[in-house]
């Protein structure tokens, strides 16, 4: 693959929200957009290509990510040196928790330290290196980690929107609750712990940048409406042509290969894929179950729509 991106700001859509959101999903069918490319959760690239500590070495095409034709360019590191050190500095710097100072940067009130400028660098670098490897003036990064998308946000070099999914809180609940081997197990009381402050973070970030380069939907609309959906998201992203998305029907769509870095393992299926509006949670989730659910996070989701 290979093709080359004008010399003018790269667009970005960066899906944020909590974990489990849909991203993953809903990236893989915007990935099938002409001139877009959906390289998962990024924030992970180091960790999982170069230090082989994260879930998975694998690319979405199905290749190990240090073999694919997209990342391998992005991913000489002769001993992992520089791979260590942006991780660690991620983790100083671009977790939920370190939101407040990179708003405040991203705001003007204070410029960044050195390091988050390193990062910044380092992340838009990559970004330009995944664009012109695949031909896609447009790169969707599904990393949902405000902090790092307001320290993307303020640069100059790069025109980026924010796509802030939300996803009931009980569905999130009842995922984590469910063992899986690529995840780990959280309780009900940290998952909407983490619920709660992965979306107030999200809509700090948006708030700044404003309606133009933010928009907030539901994974559940997206699921009843895919195809209005889809066509919502594009428009805000800057694309108007959707034409080449392969609805098979209203609850099903084709899918091709993508090059996502990590996220739900559903992400190496490719053909046709089932879009499922069932909800699980409200057959197995107790009903002191919701109710607890609820009373922790009830000003959120009567925001977000949810009711009781």
Request: glycine share 10%.
């Amino acid at each position: 693959m290979s093709g080359a991106v004008p010399e003018e700001k790269l667009r970005v859509l960066y899906i944020t929200g909590m974990m489990r959101c849909g991203s993953t999903f809903v990236g893989n069918v915007l990935n099938e957009m002409p001139g877009a490319v959906h390289i998962g959760e990024r924030y992970f690239l180091w960790k999982n290509a170069l230090l082989r500590d994260g879930t998975n070495t694998l690319c979405g095409c199905g290749r190990d990510l240090l073999e694919c034709e997209v990342w391998s360019g992005r991913l000489r590191d002769p001993g992992g040196w520089k791979a260590r050190r942006l991780w660690d500095l991620q983790q100083r710097f671009l977790r939920t928790r370190h939101t407040a100072p990179r708003l405040a940067e991203l705001r003007g009130h204070r410029g960044p330290p050195p390091e988050v400028v390193e990062l910044g660098d380092a992340i838009a670098d990559t970004l330009r290196g995944v664009a012109e490897a695949s031909g896609a003036p447009l790169v969707i990064d599904s990393s949902k980690n405000a902090a790092d998308a307001a320290v993307l946000a303020r640069r100059p070099d790069l025109d980026v929107r924010l796509l802030h999914l939300v996803r009931d809180p009980r569905a999130t609940v009842t995922s984590y609750l469910a063992p899986k081997d690529y995840l780990e197990r959280m309780s009900a009381a940290r998952t909407l712990s983490y619920w709660a402050a992965f979306n107030v973070a999200s809509e700090a970030v948006g708030g700044t940048l404003g309606d133009r380069r933010y928009l907030r939907l539901r994974y559940e609309d997206f699921t009843r409406a895919p195809r209005a959906v889809i066509d919502e998201i594009a428009r805000f992203a800057g694309t108007e042509d959707t034409s080449a998305i392969g609805f098979a029907s209203e609850r099903s769509v084709v899918l091709g290969t993508n090059h996502t870095v990590t996220g739900n393992p559903d992400r190496l299926r490719q053909g046709t894929i089932e879009i499922r509006t069932a909800e699980p949670w409200r057959e197995t989730m107790s009903a002191p179950g919701r109710t607890a659910a609820y009373a922790g996070v009830a000003p959120l989701m009567l925001r977000y729509g949810y009711h009781r």
